[in-house]
């Protein structure tokens, strides 16, 4: 092993049962009846300021009208790893759309203090041996990805065509001239043959519906629209000096939260963290890149890195196998490994998983032991506790978070017990009864990420063949062939959580989807076909397929605190009346990462497009 099993309490001193029950209580409080409507978008009551760039002016340019091959709605992860996959296929005629002012995505609109990527960076940056580049640590900054994003899309010659400020308002599928008829808020009409949807998952920020929320006269934002104006400080500086003389209140304790707060609690006068759910926050141990490390990697490293990060935090190792992640994403199977090479490896798939669920007990034992020793005040300590399965939550890391709670300066309010934020005043918020005034309140309270489509998409119309609308289309779950083309929406493609495999490294889940996606479009390009679209029984066959072999965690959803990864604790009845939870991942290929990659593979290999309708009028 290249790092060793964490010390975490004997099996024998956990007490399940308890454990159990504990969590159930901690959920119970939490869960809300009205589930996502507890959210509203900050638009919701015609506020455009969300609709404004900060970073970059708005430039004035002509509408255009066009023949296009590809239009790929998105500019961020998804939507640039499809031009680079385009480009590599050699398609060229093409262009990215995107809302932003540049490639970027969530790398470009969050520019909060703090921020960096909580994955490793030498799997989560795709390409870098291609691209020549080493991340100069373990945990990369928000301003290098976002550099490093622009500096693909340059080599790949994606900024030549690349419409920015452009936000798709109708597209709508033309089956006489067998293309997409796509309209924008910059008065464009674009008749594009294929599209390519990669819109992204993190995009609409969401705002919590407090009563009061519109009567605060303070200053307000979302950490998406980071506001240095205000605050001080630059994005890569973020020393916030105006905030020396405010009181500050920020809600939510996500993973976007515990990267910011220890910059509030440095700066501010005095910081009120409005807390609902704990997070696990292991130790960071952000250490820079080892150059000898870096000289001694031989071509194909990270492809190999990746499979050894898939195998560890989402899939399982074998006898032999290494973690050479070592961070808190691997450790469940890391110590398992250590246990199985010393009392035997499990004999059967039910003895794994209840190891398994045994150490996810003892590693959240672990951690919730690591908030007593680092925060002096006892009854913030244990506020801070989370009591969940590991994974109910996104799991963070940060080496300042927890002695941030130590200054004088910086409160924890628990609102757990009013289920959120209780209400909203003229000069503060108030919570259990209590108003506390503020100068600022600044909402870390997350995105819509499993809320419906059209939300989320922010398109007012898709309508496939014969006006079907894909909102609706898709109303009771996703409808398609290998979760990136849908029967009745010729030719579009689509880049994310749908219904497939998913990685560990959400950039090989896109790049992928790409690859195989630009297989499609060029092989169409290339064979003169107008139009290419799955069969209604080659769809039907794949989500019976996906269906059949999927792995239920509904147990474990339906026991988790809510957040977006249970939507909220907000169950569905499926068509046997079965509650469903919607899985922020969508429907993911159970035999796994590989068994989806070898499928694709072969299809590609046959070369005939097993499954599409073709057209060539
Ligand atoms: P999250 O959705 O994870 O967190 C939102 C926070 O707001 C939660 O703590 C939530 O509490 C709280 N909240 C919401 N409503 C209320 C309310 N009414 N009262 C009090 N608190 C409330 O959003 P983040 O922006 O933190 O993270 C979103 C995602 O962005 C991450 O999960 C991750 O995927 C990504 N991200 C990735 C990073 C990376 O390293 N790659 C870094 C940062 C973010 P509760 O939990 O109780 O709902």
Redesign the pocket.
Known sequence: MKCKATNVPPAGEVDIPALREKYRQEREI?VRPEGQK?YVRPDDDGNDAYEIDPHTPVQARAPISEDLDVAVLGGGWSGLLAGVELKKAGVKNFRNIDHAGDFGGVWYWNRYPGI????DAYCYLPMLEEMGYMPSKKYTDGYDIYDYMRSIADRFDLYEKALFHTLVSTMKWDDRLNRWRIKTNRGDEIRARFVVMANGL?NIPKL?A?PGIHDFKGKMFH?ARWDYEYTGGEYRNPELSKLADKTVAI???????I?AIPYLGRYAKQVYV?Q??PSTVDERKNVPTDPEWANSLKPGWQQERKANFQRAAIDTFAPGDEDNICDIWTEVNRNLVAEFEQEGWPTSPEQFMEKRELMDYRVMERLRARVEALVEDKATAESLKPWYRFLC??PCSNDDYYSTFNRPNVTLVD?SKTR??EEMTEKGFIAQGQEYEIDCMIF????EVTSDLDRRWGIDAIEGRDGLSLYEHWADGYQTLHGMMSHGFPNQFYVGFYQGGFNATTTETFSRQSHHIAYIINAALERGLTSVEPSKSAQDAWIQHIRETAIDISQFQRECT???FNNEGEAQLDSKGEEKFRWYLGESYGPGWDAFQSLMQDWRDKGDLEGMVVGTD
Do not use: E, H, M
């Open positions: 939490r507890q960096q990527c909580d994955n993190l919590p407090i950490t809600i939510g304790t996500g993973a976007t939260a990267q409005l609902r759910t939550k996104r609102v959120g934020v870390a309270s997350g995105f809510p957040s977006y």
